[in-house]
């Protein structure tokens, strides 16, 4: 069964643009969920997606969206990118039985200049 | 306000030894826990976890005790091996339904052979 994938693995964005980051559950996977990781912070929840809703929305701000399509596969988007956002992204995927069941994937590290 | 701390930013053991990783947390509202191993270049992976009724849980090598009155719980591993040597995160939630994780910084483990 293949795993949580992530594109892209690397970007590189300047202040002021906007990203999207995407997300392929495992097959199946109902529940899409993101983290951002920064050394300062660690990580923190950004986001829950089920089934095309959001179900749980952490501390950030309005520049943080995401979405989740029909298939399950989830983007988020960020824009007015700020230095700050710099951070590896994370995603991860679950059955809908709780946080113990999530997969992660490998993140996105976003570096923006 | 940190509400889930790993004052121990690393830890180094011998091989076959124990390894204890410590958190603490200061919500009362969290009553489920999770302990994540994340190696350089993936992302977390799902140990173990315990639930606020009980006071230990065991998983093979690893074991979990909460401490609900010191709002303190340690992850034990024994007996420690190489491959054990990772990042550990502590996570906290309300409910074992949730995704909503709140993580602690991660301990950097490293198992000496």
């Known amino acids: 069964k293949a795993g949580v994938t992530q594109t892209p693995r690397y970007l590189i964005k300047t202040r002021g643009q906007q990203v999207t980051l995407s997300c392929s559950p495992i097959?199946?996977?109902?529940?899409v969920s993101w983290y951002q990781q920064t050394p300062g912070q660690g990580l923190q929840f950004l986001f829950e997606?089920?089934?095309?809703?959001?179900?749980n929305k952490g501390n950030f701000p309005g520049r943080f969206s995401g979405r989740q399509f029909s298939n399950s596969r989830s983007e988020m988007n960020v824009s007015t990118l700020e230095l700050g956002d710099s951070a590896l992204y994370l995603c991860?995927?679950?059955?809908?039985?709780?946080?113990?069941?999530?997969?992660f994937g490998p993140g996105t590290r976003l570096t923006v200049l | 306000d940190q509400q889930v701390k790993q004052n121990s930013p690393s830890l180094s053991v011998q091989e076959g030894r124990i390894s204890i990783l410590n958190c603490d947390y200061t919500?009362?509202?969290?009553?489920?826990f999770l302990w994540y191993k994340k190696y350089p270049a993936e992302g977390p992976t799902f140990l173990i976890s315990?639930?606020?009724?009980?006071d230990k849980n065991e998983d093979g090598r690893f074991t979990v005790f909460l401490n609900k009155s010191a709002k303190h719980l340690s992850l034990h591993i024994v007996p420690s091996q190489p491959g054990d040597s990772a990042v550990y995160f502590c996570?906290?939630?309300?409910?074992?339904?949730?995704?909503?994780?709140?993580f602690g910084k991660g301990t950097k483990l490293s198992v000496i052979p």
């Open positions: 097959s199946g996977h109902r529940s």
């Open positions: 996570a906290a939630t309300s409910g074992a339904g949730s995704y909503q994780l709140t």
């Open positions: 315990i639930s606020s009724i009980k």
């Open positions: 997606y089920f089934s095309e809703t959001q179900r």
């Open positions: 919500n009362s509202m969290f009553d489920y």
């Open positions: 991860a995927s679950s059955l809908s039985s709780g946080a113990g069941s999530q997969y």
